[in-house]
């Protein structure tokens, strides 16, 4: 259960199926020896090297911007203004209704800075340094404005508008209220009323930051935008009504991605840049974010407030309702948001039973870098949130927390479960992971373990969290934000084609950053061909040319086990059966029924002499098609778009499926304080997942891991801090500490597997379990204060300073009330 | 703009995997773009601008370096390693086969760096500890795999 290991080399003559093994990935033969292409590798002769001048205010208006100096810098090829961004392009197409609708977003700052680091002007220059070098030179003269950067009181009287269009701060609100309040809390035993919980701001810095290197082809107008954009169907809908352009003209090229994790989704304003910069210099342009550029503002995860929650809750722990107001921190811009005001609700009652719930829900803008995606993505939050009242209602009626968890799951007899808000959770069974995971820190042993602890002089404590991986997105979901929208549903694209040589050649229209999917992806075209994964060919990446894309194209989202891997093998069927009537026509008029796939061709199921390989039935097609009837409709080249069975939701009601699989993981973290100091060590893991059907045990562990390693960064060290005036304290790796090799702690890992009834190959899309261990760890903590002045963990982050103030002054902790109903 | 009186062109030549460049390069080049830039060995990635991340670490006359904290010019006369000398042909070295075989990479963008420092442990210490491979590793920074399965990976090689 917690070893990973190599199944032996396949033969294909085994019968066994490729999938479910761990076979080596198809990535590693070119990774290893440093021969991926990443961005920053592609270069262009006579290309020029962009640098941003960005600002150093949090707030303030731009009175005068004099790039003159620069561009008299010998090695400087020209610049680009948010003057001119402002008369080439429109605003980026917003989301929301208003009023965050009313936002102008360009791609570099015009007229004013919303945020330190934001992008006022572009500077080209023959090298990096040249380019640096230049943007020294620009002069801007700025008329700073106080800032805001405490979401609480971000519409508070007299504070500044950070944008003036929307008439305020306030981008986005909405009310969600499902079943009965009123009798959910007179039906109440108790109610916990918890005056404020803050999940904070960080992200899962990929180690590779942004980039593109971008061309004009002045002659067909088009760009080719060679990026690590992760989510290029959003960057385009994006980019192309902001340039005025139709999607045709920007081809999207990536291969190899080092990392992205959600926070390379939202990179469009800098694309936009270089495309106009390629054009108006009429050469290839080249941009890598250097890592504080990156820290500054590229994609924050959303940091939120719970404030004035009120749990009803029963003597014996029955959790029946809650209500929250949910306030949520975008940033300067809204540049994915205020879609985070929704995603959460594809995971309403986490893994319980609440059949009550109101959320009112507000997102402002703050002089902060904007936030989208991060791992997790807005479900962390509230999961997180969730997790917190369990935890805290455990604490303040003296229950165990393992036994109210217990008590109030949702069952895997009550599979498929439909939420409060019509979200239907496909599969799982959330107590036999709790088990696995507590079976796995032995916590039968923890009072023995708590009193050596506390003979060596540590505060010991046990925490549970867990995620529900939702994936598969409906996209109709944002029509909750914003009626207007349209958009819905989901889908994704793969072509399977046989070559003349008989070469198997697969194109996704995913962008990964790491998931596997060249090696995924064979083995379920080398299951339905009856091949070796060796024959199968996956190309790397993402191309706009090889039409193996739709509009919701990329790689986010926990979704590619369904909607890539359903693609791929519903074009590899397609594929099979073409080969099949082919096959039929040259032995002759043999129907479909008599021939079968096997060794790389078809034979006749009676006659295995009777045999055609994959490399004539393409060179039949391809090169060699004379005499052959004309009604046969076969080109060997299929392609097969993807699409999840959604209705629209009800925007009334706020009703509907979100998503499609809930994949889920339960973590469970033994820590020991030193409570002279607060620093704590992580001494005993535990990760359990359930992901459906696994294609690849080894690479599923693999996101596990990833997944878990994040969420104990972000628990106990990495935070971006402002200061009140709007600086980052956590600029670089310097101050912002993500884990390294000896913070690791020991981990074990577990799984169950529960097939998802509703796709096709049982999988669920899975990899952002971490939330889950923030949890756990918030929990551990609460857990190991309990005796030792009992204050409540109110924060997603507990780096050791603030344990040590909640141990020294409980009051420091999240304020709690326990009333009778 | 002046001109500045300062030579800012250095000629160096440093050997690296075996070849040997001379090249003219501006005396503040640091390593790492010179080994990606003039040379095109893009095997060593950036990955912050701090000299923390250890994605563009080599190996320069048989000592681990950060690339980015070095400039070209230091290594004038220098043999340099990196991760495209690491396979003969196409052999794998046995930590690159390791890797692979304990899935010690996602993405990929670390992997050049930590072939390189797990590399210069195995050459100095054949049999690590756990502990031992821990503080070789503490200076690579790796997002994607929590470095467990990296663990794995290098004793394995060393076993």
Redesign the interface.
């Given at each position: 259960m917690t070893s990973?290991t190599?199944a032996p080399e396949k033969t294909e003559q085994q019968q066994e199926e490729w999938k479910g093994q761990n076979v080596?990935?198809k990535?590693?033969?070119?990774?290893?020896?440093?021969?991926?292409?990443?961005v920053?590798?592609v270069?262009r002769h006579g290309m020029g090297y962009i640098h941003f001048v960005r600002s150093p205010y949090a707030h303030a208006h731009i009175t005068s911007i004099d790039v003159s100096k620069a561009e008299?810098?010998?090695a400087v090829y020209g610049t680009l203004t948010g003057e001119e961004v402002a008369a080439l392009t429109d605003p980026f197409f917003q989301i929301s209704s208003v009023p965050g609708a009313n936002v102008k977003d360009y791609a570099l700052a015009v007229g004013k800075v919303r945020f330190v680091g934001e992008p006022i002007v572009a500077v080209v220059a023959e090298?990096?340094?040249a380019a640096r070098d230049a943007s020294e030179l620009v002069e801007i003269e700025y008329e700073p404005l106080d800032a805001i950067t405490d979401a609480r009181h971000a519409r508070d009287e007299g504070v500044p508008t950070i944008h003036e269009d929307a008439g305020g701060n306030l981008m986005w609100e909405g009310v969600y209220e499902w079943g009965d309040l009123d009798a959910a809390f007179a039906e109440a035993d108790k109610v916990v009323k918890i005056d404020e919980l803050h999940f904070h701001r960080f992200n899962?810095?990929?180690?590779?930051?942004d980039g593109a290197l971008v061309e004009y082809n002045r002659g067909v107008g088009q760009w080719t935008i060679h990026t690590n954009n992760q989510f290029p169907g959003f960057a385009a809908i994006m980019m192309g009504p902001a340039m005025r352009v139709g999607l045709d003209k920007l081809r999207f090229v990536t291969q190899?991605?080092?990392?992205?994790?959600g926070n390379k989704i939202t990179s469009h304003p800098q694309l936009v840049a270089c495309c106009l910069l390629a054009r108006k210099l009429n050469r290839p342009v080249q941009w890598?974010e250097?890592?504080?550029d990156f820290h500054l503002s590229m994609s924050h995860g959303n940091e939120r407030w719970f404030l004035e929650t009120e749990v009803a809750v029963k003597n014996d722990g029955t959790l029946l309702g809650f209500r929250t107001k949910a306030l949520d921190d975008a940033g300067a811009y809204l540049r994915y948001e205020p879609l985070g005001g929704v995603i959460w609700a594809q995971v309403t009652p986490g893994m319980y039973k609440w059949q009550h719930v109101r959320v009112d829900f507000t997102q402002v803008a703050t002089n902060k870098a904007p936030v989208s995606p991060n791992r997790g993505y807005s479900r962390m939050q509230h999961l997180w949130f969730t997790e917190r009242m369990i935890d805290i209602v455990a604490h303040e009626l003296g229950l165990d927390p393992v036994e109210v968890r217990k008590r109030n799951f949702i069952k895997a007899e009550d599979m498929p479960y439909t939420t409060p808000n019509g979200c239907v959770y496909d599969s799982g069974d959330y107590a036999k992971m709790l088990d696995i995971a507590l079976e796995l820190v032995e916590y039968e042993r923890l009072a023995g373990r708590r009193a050596e602890a506390a003979a060596a002089g540590k505060l010991l404590g046990v925490g549970i969290g867990s995620t529900l991986d939702s994936g598969t997105n409906n996209f109709g979901q944002s029509r909750l934000i914003n009626p207007e929208l349209q958009f819905s549903g989901n889908n994704e694209v793969a072509t399977v084609k046989l070559d003349i040589f008989g070469e198997i050649v697969v194109t996704l229209g995913t962008t990964p950053?790491?998931?596997?999917h060249e090696t995924t992806a064979s083995q379920v075209v080398a299951d339905i061909l009856k091949c070796s994964i060796e024959d199968v060919h996956v190309r790397s990446g993402h191309d706009s040319y090889w039409n193996s894309h739709a509009g919701f194209s990329g790689t986010y989202a926990s979704q590619f086990a369904v909607t890539g891997l359903g693609a791929v093998k519903g074009a590899t069927e397609m594929l099979r059966d073409e080969i099949l009537k082919l096959a039929g026509v040259v032995f002759g008029g043999v129907p479909a029924e008599a021939l079968e796939l096997a060794g790389g061709g078809v034979r006749m199921k009676e006659n295995h002499e009777a045999f055609l390989p994959f490399m004539a039935c393409g060179a039949i097609i391809n090169a060699n098609n004379a005499g052959l009837p004309e009604d046969l409709d076969v080109t060997l080249n299929c392609r097969y778009v993807y699409r999840p069975p959604f209705e629209v939701p009800d925007v009334e009601r706020k009703y509907g499926n979100l998503t499609l699989t809930y994949a889920a993981q339960i973590h469970v973290a033994v820590i020991e304080i030193d409570p002279e100091t607060g620093s704590y060590d992580i001494v005993d893991y535990a990760a359990v997942d359930d992901c459906g059907k696994r294609i690849n045990p080894?690479?599923v562990?693999?996101q596990v891991?990833?997944a878990?390693?994040?969420a104990l960064g972000a628990a106990v060290h990495e935070s971006f801090v402002y200061d009140e005036d709007g600086n980052l304290l956590t600029p670089?790796?310097?101050d912002y500490h993500?884990?390294?090799?000896?913070d690791?702690p020991p981990?074990k890992t577990g799984y169950i597997e529960s097939p998802s009834p509703f796709t096709s190959l049982g999988t669920k899309g899975m990899g952002e379990g971490g939330g889950a261990g923030i949890h756990a760890v918030c929990a551990a903590v609460q857990d190991a204060l309990r005796e030792h002045g009992g204050a409540i963990v109110w924060d997603s982050s507990n780096p050791y300073h603030r344990v040590w103030e909640m141990l020294n002054d409980p009051s420091k902790g999240a304020h709690v009330q326990v009333s009778e109903a | 703009m002046a001109t500045s009186a300062v030579p800012t062109e250095r000629a160096i030549s440093v050997t690296v995997n075996g070849t040997t460049y001379d090249r003219e390069v501006e005396a503040r080049k640091l390593l790492i773009h010179f080994l990606r830039d003039d040379l095109d060995l893009t095997g060593s990635h950036i990955g912050c601008d701090t000299g923390n991340c250890g994605a563009c670490s080599v190996i320069v006359d048989g000592t681990l370096v950060k690339s980015c904290m070095l400039l070209a010019v230091q290594a004038d006369g220098a043999r340099v390693e990196t991760v495209e000398g690491l396979a003969a042909g196409d052999e794998l070295s046995k930590l690159q086969q390791a890797f692979t075989a304990h899935h010690a990479l996602q993405c990929g963008y670390c992997t050049p760096g930590m072939l390189m420092s797990a590399t210069a442990l195995l050459r100095a210490n054949p049999s690590p500890s756990d502990d031992e491979i821990r503080k070789a590793l503490q200076g690579n920074i790796c997002r994607c795999t929590g470095y467990w399965n990296i663990f794995e990976a290098v004793k394995a090689a060393a076993e």
């Open positions: 990973t190599i080596p990935r990535e590693d033969w070119r990774l290893v020896q440093g021969q991926g292409v990443f920053d590798d270069k008299e810098h010998p090298t990096r340094e899962s810095t990929p180690l590779e930051c190899d991605i080092g990392g992205g994790f890598t250097w890592r504080t950053q790491g998931q596997s080894q690479i562990e693999g891991m990833g878990t390693a994040q670089n790796f310097y993500v884990p390294h090799a000896l690791m981990l | -």
